[in-house]
């Protein structure tokens, strides 16, 4: 019986620019004199730099990312969204995905591409988008003593799927990650990283819902579902089930 590992999100997550705040608390769009603003002339392209620790599905990394608005309007923008990450291997003894290391260099990506648009009042924002992220995933030696050969580097997909909408106080957002490819969402398939164990994504459907306790402040709150490829024949364990998350 082999062991197997689930990944949770293949690349970062990945952080889609906002449209500016153009309604404020303290009186309606009218009242401020920003209703003849312009999108086209306010969200510009952005490019930003960012790294992470390892974590639960997730190696240490560094990326570049950037914002790219395709075409703007007065209310509304088409936008793609890029990231790139190098990878890096766990720390010595340390799994980010169970007892199997992460090793060597690799780079993953994640793409979205959307549209955005504000209500006639523009107290409101609704987008939605999606993309696609991969992720090779390299693999070295195991934390508890087992011996393993036969190393390899699969390489993971997956497709994503997002609906949000946000004024100042409240935002909700829809979320599917599905993998596609040869370990993808109804394959059966698992990657065999090793002599004794394997891995595979997880097909992920979410929502997160957020409140703005002031400008600098805001509490979010989400649920999550995930599931993954099934092969009992032939690993021991597999993962199934629901969870929670909040952030402040």
């Not at 990878?87 to 990506?109: K, L, M, P, R, W």
């Not at 993309?131 to 195991?142: E, K, V």
């Not at 969402?185 to 698992?190: E, P, T």
């Not at 459907?205 to 805001?218: A, E, F, H, M």
């Amino acid at each position: 019986m082999q062991h197997r590992l689930s990944l949770g999100l293949l690349a970062s997550a990945i952080s889609v620019a906002s449209l500016p705040a153009i309604a404020q608390e303290d009186g309606s769009a009218d009242d401020l004199g920003v209703m003849s603003i312009s999108l086209n002339d306010v969200v510009k392209p952005t490019l930003g730099f960012q790294g992470a620790l390892q974590g639960a599905g997730t190696p240490n990394q560094a990326g570049i990312g950037g914002f790219l608005p395709l075409s703007a309007g007065d209310n509304s923008v088409w936008f793609v969204d890029v990231l790139a990450n190098a990878n890096f291997a766990d720390y010595e003894s340390y799994s980010s995905i169970g007892q199997t290391t992460v090793a060597g260099t690799t780079i993953s990506t994640s793409t979205r591409f959307g549209y955005r648009w504000l209500n006639g009042d523009r107290s409101w924002m609704y987008g939605i988008n999606a993309g696609y992220d991969s992720r090779p995933m390299s693999t070295g030696a195991t934390t508890n003593g087992i011996e393993v050969f036969n190393s390899q580097t699969p390489f993971f997909q997956q497709v994503a799927v997002n609906a949000e909408l946000q004024s100042n106080q409240w935002g909700a957002n829809v979320y599917g990650l599905i993998p596609v490819g040869e370990y993808g969402y109804g394959s059966d398939n698992v990657a065999l990283i090793n002599s004794s164990f394997g891995a595979e994504p997880l097909t992920t459907v979410g929502l997160d819902v957020n409140y703005n306790i002031s400008n600098s402040l805001s509490l979010l709150a989400g649920y999550y579902y995930q599931t993954c490829e099934k092969e009992p024949e032939v690993f021991e364990n597999y993962a199934e089930g629901s969870g929670v998350k909040a952030r402040l």
